[in-house]
């Protein structure tokens, strides 16, 4: 997919062509934003409230952001040219490039880059069969409902999930579930699903609030509280949420049985009516 076309500040061009200068302070700092935005069959799923909260990103970082609603229709005229169907939209914006110093130049132009590459979709095996996971320290910063470039946490945890032969790892803050490295957790009890509240220790996932509306839309009670770390190594249901995740069931964590040790009732109901609302063959 080399030859792709990519989206740099305005102008649609060959991936090759695409360059971006070696003192971005995305590069140099991590001082940058980002989206990562589903497209089923051509048609972008969340469009809308990816780009909100990317709004909300840029303006907790102080950066000003090129119009969006141009962004939004240069981010579907970037599928079209690369007659796009099922794939991942990923916008990155990050402050700029200028010499490498700290304190952040007034009326920087942002570097706004996207791509529109094909999604990796789980084989249905893995997700029927459900997957690994550990708990690790939170040992991010207390701003994670940015959804910042800045990912060496995230990326370093998930390296050992995956030597630990995970697919994702439970943040663990004093005591108490956050979220995984790239996705939302929920645990279901007796039937009832529950997820963490939104803290600035989470990131607001446009996966997690679809899901929450899934089930309410299926009558599946839902309740947004905090789960311990013994709360959630006895629920019978452990399921982790994202854009590209989907609904991923885990059936081991740290070593041990999940439930009956495979997906559960609550997954079984709500990742039909997920896809299909997602994809765009359902409403709620
Ligand atoms: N990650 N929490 C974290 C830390 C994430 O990185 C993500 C998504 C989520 C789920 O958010 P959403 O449902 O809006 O995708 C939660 C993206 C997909 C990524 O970094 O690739």
């Known amino acids: 997919m ?59 970082i102080e950066l000003t952001l090129p119009d969006v609603s141009a962004l939004e229709r240069d981010a579907l005229e970037l599928l079209r040219r690369n007659d796009a169907k099922d794939c991942a939209i990923y916008i990155q914006i990050s402050r700029g490039v200028t010499p490498r110093k700290h304190v952040i130049p007034f009326g920087l132009a942002p570097t706004v880059i996207m791509t529109a590459r094909e999604a990796a979709r789980y084989a249905p095996e893995v997700r029927f069969k459900g ?61 009832v699903l529950i997820t963490p509240p939104l803290t600035n220790y989470i990131l607001a996932g446009v996966t997690r609030t679809y899901v929450l509306d899934v089930a309410r839309a299926l009558g599946v009670p839902t309740r947004e509280e905090s789960i311990s770390a013994e709360r959630l190594a006895a629920a019978g249901e452990i399921m982790f949420t994202g854009t590209l995740t989907e609904i991923m069931p885990a059936v081991v964590l740290n070593g041990a049985p999940v439930g009956q040790g495979q997906p559960g009732p609550v997954f079984h109901r709500l990742y039909p009516k997920y896809l299909a609302v997602a994809t765009g063959q359902e409403s709620f």
Not at 24 to 29: I, K, V
Request: hydrophobic residues 40%; glycine residues 8%; charged residues 30%.
């Open 2 to 60: 080399d030859d792709m076309v990519v989206y740099l500040n305005g102008e649609f061009i060959p991936y090759s062509e695409a360059k971006i200068g070696i003192e971005d302070r995305g590069y140099q700092f991590g001082d940058g934003i980002y989206e990562v935005i589903r497209v089923y069959d051509g048609k972008p799923f969340a469009l809308r409230e990816h780009f909100e909260r990317l709004t909300v990103s840029a303006r907790e």
């Open 131 to 191: 997957v690994k996971a550990i708990t690790l320290p939170d040992d991010r910063w207390a701003r994670c409902y940015i959804k910042s470039t800045n990912l060496l946490p995230n990326i370093t945890a998930k390296l050992r999930a995956e030597r630990a032969g995970a697919y994702e790892a439970v943040y663990l803050r004093d005591g108490f579930v956050t979220e995984g490295t790239h996705s939302n957790v929920f645990i279901a009890e007796s039937g």
